[in-house]
């Protein structure tokens, strides 16, 4: 049983970490911004990290997309720079139903593009009235001889306005297909989504009759939801990487100001309630880089069997981030609620992690049956 990261994982590691303290000189200015920035883009095109989204034959690193490499790079990334994070994220959660169902022409088109960051890759689940419940979206494609039409709207969806294509999620028929639309595509049109507390590039799609060859839907009619599937098993757990980096980032804010701050002829640090603060803290995140490690390395060899596991990191990790930021604030008094500050900008980043990918009540459902069903 793996219990620490192998050579290989940890040479990631550094490598990741080499690469967020490269972009902390702009990296507020990035997380301030929901639109792209371009020295963060540089950045992860020049350190060549996103061959870890796409198969070895397609210009990857590994044979097929690594969720433990994925995760340790998320962890490094969000620690410092939340648009880094994303954008390499959306790299893999975007481009996956392309590695799994594409055409030849497809991938052969799109994931060396998607490898080299030449190409921005988008996922188009959400529309305005179906977001944890995904069988409710209207967005259709509708098949015309060997051409299809799709029509609807998405929202809410990552990389927006500067996405190179978009995979749409949308009813065909009684079922769910996927289809591939490069962003240029007539009568498909882009617009800002509204602004969110922690900045983030998201786009609102309109999809007006736009035209298709029969090829571009992924896989075969009906195979839509098997797909979302398919990319969660390898990416959800990613979610609790960044969540870890996240909380460990907070933490260690809490302890530099704790340490050198005195109260009572004390550095705060040594005041019991706030030692416990830090302790608790220590240790939930240690826990749930665990679970998180665990879950990643189950999924490398089967991400739909794993996903229960990683749908259970994705839970205790978001949770656990937004206890630990809420205590670091609580422990830094004043001085963690000065706006654009290191810990107020975490504290802001914390809070979509236990909306999206699956909310957190979402995920106690499925935990919850599970369990049921598995307990003699
Ligand atoms: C930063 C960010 C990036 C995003 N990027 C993308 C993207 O790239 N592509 C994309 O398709 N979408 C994206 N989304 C949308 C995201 O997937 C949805 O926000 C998410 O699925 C939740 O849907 P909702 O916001 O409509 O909440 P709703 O579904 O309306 O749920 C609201 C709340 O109700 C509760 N709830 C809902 N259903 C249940 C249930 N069955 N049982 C118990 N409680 C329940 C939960 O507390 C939930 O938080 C993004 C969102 C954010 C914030």
């Not at 195979?223 to 390898?234: I, R, S």
């Amino acid at each position: 049983m793996m219990l620490d990261l192998d050579p290989k994982h940890l040479d990631l590691q550094r490598e990741a970490r080499a690469l967020a303290r490269s972009l902390e000189a702009f990296a507020d200015e990035a997380d301030d911004s929901s639109e792209l920035h371009v020295g963060v883009l540089k950045a992860l095109q020049d350190s060549g990290l996103s061959k870890l989204m796409v198969p070895a034959e397609y210009g990857g690193r590994d044979i097929r997309p690594d969720p433990l490499a994925i995760c340790l790079v998320r962890e490094a990334l969000m620690a410092t720079c939340s648009h880094a994070d994303s954008l390499f994220a959306l790299q893999g959660i975007g481009s996956y139903a392309i590695t799994v169902a594409g055409s030849e022409e497809q991938r052969s088109r799109w994931l060396p593009q998607v490898a080299a960051m030449q190409a921005l890759a988008a996922l188009a689940l959400t529309e305005g009235d179906a977001g944890s419940d995904l069988r409710a979206v209207t967005t259709a494609v509708t098949a015309h001889g060997n051409r299809l039409v799709l029509r609807g709207s998405k929202s809410f969806i990552s990389n927006g306005v500067s996405a190179a294509f978009f995979v749409v999620f949308a009813r065909e028929g009684s079922g769910y297909s996927m289809v591939l639309v490069p962003a240029d595509a007539p009568g498909l049109s882009v617009t800002p989504s509204p602004e969110l507390i922690a900045p983030h590039v998201l786009g609102e799609i309109t999809l007006n009759d736009v035209e298709l060859p029969e090829e571009a839907r992924l896989g075969k009619v009906g195979q839509g939801l098997d797909l979302v599937l398919a990319t969660l098993g390898v990416f959800r757990v990613s979610v609790a990487g960044a969540a870890v980096g996240l909380a460990q980032a907070a933490l260690e804010e809490a302890v530099r100001h704790t340490r050198t701050r005195v109260q009572f002829g004390r550095p705060l640090a040594r005041l019991g309630p706030v030692a416990q603060m830090l302790a608790d803290s220590c240790a939930e995140i240690e826990m749930a880089r665990l679970l998180a490690y665990r879950a990643a390395a189950r999924a490398i060899d089967d991400p739909a069997a794993a996903l229960h596991h990683s749908s259970m990191a994705k839970l205790a990790a978001t949770e656990m981030a937004g206890r630990v930021v809420d205590r670091c604030v609580q422990m830094m008094g004043r001085f963690g609620l000065i706006r654009n500050s290191r810990i107020e900008k975490l504290y802001r980043q914390a809070r979509p992690m236990r909306i999206y990918e699956g909310a957190s009540e979402v995920l106690r459902l499925g935990i919850a049956q599970q369990l049921v069903r598995e307990v003699p």
